[in-house]
């Protein structure tokens, strides 16, 4: 299954129309569209426009709700040209940076008009879910999903996010914003009773504009048997992973409609008028806002907050709202999600949104607060270089094979997301200080311990009591009898878990009446790293483990002699271990391997094979690379099958030839140099966590592609920040 990120919108959207296109039959397409009268479409454009016009008064009174009262114009501005956005980039993300941007410009704090959209689309989707429930209920007797066929692995991951959120975030949100803030949250919460009945109004008059077209084609149909299926078809289009819902609404309208007779064409005709006048609605009042700051120039009248209200706790000085970002994320971040898509499976995360909101905001703070004077300067010049080797890997792809989605989306774009991660700590340290990084390192952790909790406990019952589903733990359960998590893979498992020991070592001296329950973590990590039987992850333990007491004593024992003797030592090792490579193969190494993964030899092969085709293409462009992408492309306009590079030094050379290797290596060296200064100052327990994080990051790269694991960058930052140099920074008078 394709390892994607959730930006991978464009993908969902293709392979649900795909599916749609395939299904149908285009004769009978056209005397279908022969059929269709103005009349229905002209009451469902009426309806969809009362829609937009729904949506636009829950927008205004979420704000209100939040304690944001803006002048009508402002208003409009926003929601039109944010609704606009959300057409055409990465839908709420891009809906509700676009409304912060605008709303800005009235005295509207970029956090409230980003939570008011949150807040408003998650009404929006909590409302109609209810509804699709119910409707899946009664039309098909079920939720859609037996236990043994997919079902199981839904009920996993709502044991899991419960768990987490339970277990580490709402004593993490407790602990950040204290008790009083809690209660006017909840209040607030109460406030917006008024925008979830417009919510359901909204939500009525697209569905009145369904049940109108629908009746155009199949008038035959009770309205009993139709409703049920228009919800779900207007449930999968509110899902936030397409572009404003086109392919996830075609497909769920030829299932859900084509289930109670109606004919697939008609029903792919329904969801593309839908789509069209929603589309079209959009355009219209994007158009006519620009057209009206055009004719009447005077800037909008500032917006205010009412005193004591929550939109004082969403602006930048108070840190509720990039608390709540902090904690989600710290939480959702080890779960990777399969979403249906058509024939396949695409993954997102939950936390995405949050990143990229995160990065959004480190940019605004960057230029207003000095953010990026919390990370070392060695670190963020290194990051360019990454980012510099990507873009000139886009580049030489661009001249040469061509661009790929892969490239654009999953490297590019993706790395965008992986920054926005390490930006999230640097927000919350930027806040709160030491403080937050101890609550959010406290966060991380528990939300480790919590999904081990899960999968180790049904791993039991599994073993002693009763079988489950294998699908409860995965969809390579089955076979390989691994836990991964929910991260698709035991090996990327074994990293995540690795990570959070990392943080555990490099945050258990924060808090001495906690040293306990930092060991029973790092122990629970341990634990399952084992049942996950990742070789790499397993050695990696061992080798942190070992390492762990040694990197306090670093300073003490790094002198010059004894970093020659250790040099010559490790010389050594490797001499001795490419001579006697053949007998250790034989007499360690294989029976390990069959011992914890039995069927190891296929994965073993073609983790061989993808390195030795990477260096093939690398020694083919040695310098530049043969560009981003440009391996998969490759393989695909040769009909041979997919094969991603593995090693990540490897798939560097690959695609962006030595200069990518360098980037890599200069970045890595800078993450080591970080860690090592800061020891040797002695900084305490951080420094020791990163260089434990680095180590394995290494390791593990060698042999997994584990480049784009989010946790990983996650905890770089958090172990990266010290709100100690942007005091400093400020005590000098430099410039943010």
């Not at 572009?243 to 409609?257: D, I």
């Not at 341990?526 to 762990?548: H, K, Y």
């Amino acid at each position: 299954m394709s390892r994607l990120q959730s930006i991978l919108t464009g993908i969902a959207t293709a392979a649900a129309l795909a599916v749609v296109v395939y299904s149908l039959d285009l004769a009978r397409l056209g005397a279908s569209l022969q059929t269709l009268q103005a009349v229905p479409v002209a009451l469902a454009v009426m309806l969809l426009a009362g829609n937009f016009l729904l949506a636009f008064l829950r927008f205004v009174s979420t704000l209100g709700a939040l304690g944001v009262r803006l002048e009508r114009r402002s208003a409009a501005y926003a929601f039109a040209l944010g609704n606009l956005a959300s057409q055409f980039l990465l839908n709420i993300i891009g809906q509700s940076l676009t409304r912060a941007m605008v709303l800005q410009a009235s005295g509207v704090p970029m956090s409230a008009t980003v939570a008011a959209t949150y807040i408003e689309r998650l009404l929006a989707l909590a409302t109609i879910g209810v509804g699709a429930v119910v409707s899946a209920l009664a039309l098909f007797g079920s939720l859609g999903f037996e236990l043994r066929d997919g079902g199981a692995y839904f009920v996993s991951i709502a044991l899991a996010s419960a768990a987490t959120l339970a277990f580490a975030g709402l004593p993490g949100l407790r602990s950040a914003i204290g008790a009083p803030e809690m209660r006017a949250v909840l209040r607030t919460s109460l406030r917006l009773a008024p925008a979830l009945a417009i919510s359901l109004l909204a939500h009525l008059a697209m569905f009145a504009a369904y049940v109108v077209l629908v009746r155009a084609f199949a008038p035959g149909i009770a309205l009993g048997t139709l409703a049920p299926a228009i919800v779900i078809v207007m449930f999968a289009a509110g899902l936030p992973v397409s572009w404003a819902g086109w392919g996830l609404r075609e497909f769920g309208a030829v299932y859900a409609l084509g289930a109670i007779g109606v004919p697939n064409e008609a029903a792919l005709i329904v969801a593309v008028i839908v789509g069209a006048v929603s589309l079209m609605i959009a355009l219209a009042a994007g158009g006519a806002v620009v057209v009206d700051a055009w004719l009447r120039p005077a800037a909008p009248a500032r917006g205010s907050a009412a005193p004591r209200s929550m939109a004082r706790a969403l602006a930048p000085s108070d840190p509720i709202f990039i608390w709540t970002i902090g904690i989600l994320t710290a939480c959702l971040i080890y779960l990777q999600l399969r979403v249906p898509s058509g024939p396949g499976e695409i993954t997102v995360n939950a936390a995405d949104p949050l990143a990229i909101t995160a990065l959004l905001f480190a940019g605004v703070y960057a230029w207003t607060d000095g953010f990026l004077r919390l990370y070392p300067p060695i670190v963020r010049w290194s990051a360019a270089a990454l980012a510099a080797a990507l873009t000139l890997g886009l580049l030489v792809a661009w001249l040469g094979p061509g661009l790929t989605a892969w490239a654009l989306l999953n490297r590019m774009l993706g790395f965008l997301f992986l920054l926005g991660y390490a930006a999230v700590p640097g927000l919350v340290v930027l806040i709160a200080g030491e403080r937050g990084r101890a609550i959010l390192a406290r966060t991380f952790v528990l939300a480790a311990v919590a999904i081990c909790a899960v999968q180790a406990l049904a791993y039991a019952i599994h073993l002693f009591v009763a079988p489950l589903p294998p699908d409860f733990f995965g969809y390579l359960f089955a076979k390989s009898g691994q836990l991964e998590g929910y991260a698709q893979n035991s090996n990327a498992f074994a990293f995540q878990l690795l990570t959070a020991l990392a943080v555990v070592i490099g945050m258990r001296d924060t808090s001495r009446s906690t040293r306990p329950s930092w060991l029973v973590a790092a122990g629970v990590c341990l634990a399952t790293i084992a049942l996950t039987r990742s070789r790499a992850g397993i050695l990696c333990a061992l080798a942190a483990a070992a390492l762990a007491p040694l990197l306090p004593r670093l300073p003490r024992l790094a002198t010059g002699r004894r970093l020659a003797v250790a040099l010559a030592a490790g010389v050594v090792l490797a001499l001795i271990g490419f001579a006697f490579h053949d007998a250790i193969d034989r007499s360690v190494v294989e029976p390990l391997t069959h011992a914890l993964r039995p069927h190891a030899d296929q994965s073993d092969e073609l983790r061989w094979q993808s390195a030795a085709l990477g260096l093939e293409a690398w020694l083919r462009h040695p310098l530049l690379g043969g560009g981003l992408g440009t391996f998969l492309l490759e393989r695909e306009i040769a009909g041979l099958p997919m094969v991603v590079i593995h090693s990540v030094p490897i798939w560097f050379l690959a695609e962006m030839g030595l200069v990518g290797l360098a980037a890599y290596a200069v970045f890595i060296a800078s993450l080591g140099a970080a860690g090592l200064g800061a020891l040797w100052r002695n900084d305490g327990g951080p420094a020791r966590g990163l260089l434990l994080l680095v180590a394995v990051f290494v390791l593990m790269g060698l042999v997994h592609d584990i480049f784009f694991q989010r946790t990983f960058w996650f905890t770089c930052g958090l172990l990266l920040v010290d709100p100690a140099r942007l005091a400093q920074a400020r005590e000098e008078g430099l410039r943010p």
